[in-house]
């Protein structure tokens, strides 16, 4: 029975972390994952070298869960602890050997990130920016670093509609530009779950702006429909342009949803320019913002401006 089994699961992980001075990292989609891949769990608790805390927190959390679906520890301050939980298949006659054996493949997943850190460390976040160039976004659409030179222009224009001061634009400004240079780090390319998170701890490393570091990280919020909004200022306007140039690139060149497909999501993209333009509290003009989106895409649309953005009101006031 999965009830039954869900249930053993969370008491075998609980339990486990207890007994080993520690509290588990609340995860649910995990705790369901486990249920779902065992028959008969048996927790066990293993360790790992200290050193690998100076690994960001949530690559290593990543690192155990994806990969493993190992559960993390933390103490009771929410400091992460070198200890994880693995659950087992069934009840092994030695444990102490399974454990063991968790403990050698965690330790070589754990390497790998600390290798990746390491390699990414030799150039920094806004030294990226140029290897978006390599990088194809659309072949109708350009690179990703033509997109990111399109809604960094998007996003200064509503600073300046919202009446942002020059120093909160040029964070909005510097936040845009930063957003997508992740994408090529190698830690994002072991881990494509943690863009924006990998970015936000790389911007914090290297000393940039705080509000900078949060927004690289907000910018793909709302994550679905009902998904949390950015807690920033910054990281709303840049989300905000980024599926504005989104949704009018694909409008503009035929790529529109149908009844049986939407393939790039553009009716989630939608519900959250609707709902990221209703969080901030300057009222702004859907209207204009189209325009400035189509504007920067002039030279990639393939049918009339004024056509695309009609079917672009009507597309979101549907969705509205």
Request: hydrophobic share 40%.
């Amino acid at each position: 029975d999965r009830n039954e089994r869900l249930s053993l699961v969370e008491m075998e992980v609980e339990t486990t972390a207890q007994i080993s001075g520690g509290k588990v990292v609340p995860d649910k989609e995990l705790i369901e994952e486990v249920a779902d891949l065992v028959e008969y769990p048996v927790a066990c608790c293993g360790s790992f070298d200290q050193e690998f805390l100076k690994v960001p927190r949530p690559v290593v959390i990543e690192a155990m869960a994806a990969h493993q679906r190992y559960f993390a520890m933390e103490d009771n301050k929410g400091n992460l602890l070198p200890k994880f939980i693995a659950v087992n298949n069934i009840k092994p006659k030695d444990l102490a050997v399974v454990t063991r054996g968790h403990e050698r493949v965690l330790r070589a997943r754990l390497a790998d990130a600390r290798f990746f850190l390491d390699e990414d460390a030799k150039k920094p976040l806004s030294g990226r920016l140029e290897d978006l160039k390599q990088v194809t976004y659309h072949a109708k659409l350009g690179t990703s670093f033509e997109k990111v030179e399109r809604f960094t222009s998007l996003a200064g224009y509503i600073a300046d509609k919202l009446g942002l001061e020059e120093t909160a634009k040029a964070k909005v400004i510097q936040a845009a530009r930063l957003c997508k240079c992740d994408l090529v780090t190698e830690m994002v390319g072991e881990f494509p779950s943690l863009q924006g998170v990998v970015g936000r701890e790389y911007a914090l490393r290297e000393g940039q702006d705080a509000e900078v570091a949060t927004a690289i990280a907000e910018h793909y919020m709302p994550m679905g429909g009902e998904g949390e909004l950015p807690g920033s200022v910054v990281g709303s306007i840049v989300g905000l342009a980024d599926r504005l140039d989104t949704i009018s690139g694909l409008f503009g060149i035929g790529e529109t949803p149908t009844g049986a497909a939407d393939p790039y999501g553009l009716r989630r993209a939608a519900i959250a320019v609707i709902r990221l333009i209703k969080q901030v509290a300057t009222p702004l003009s859907l209207s204009g913002l189209l325009d400035h989106a189509l504007k920067g895409l002039s030279d990639r649309l393939s049918r009339p401006a004024a056509q695309v953005k009609s079917e672009l009101a009507d597309f979101i006031a549907s969705r509205y």
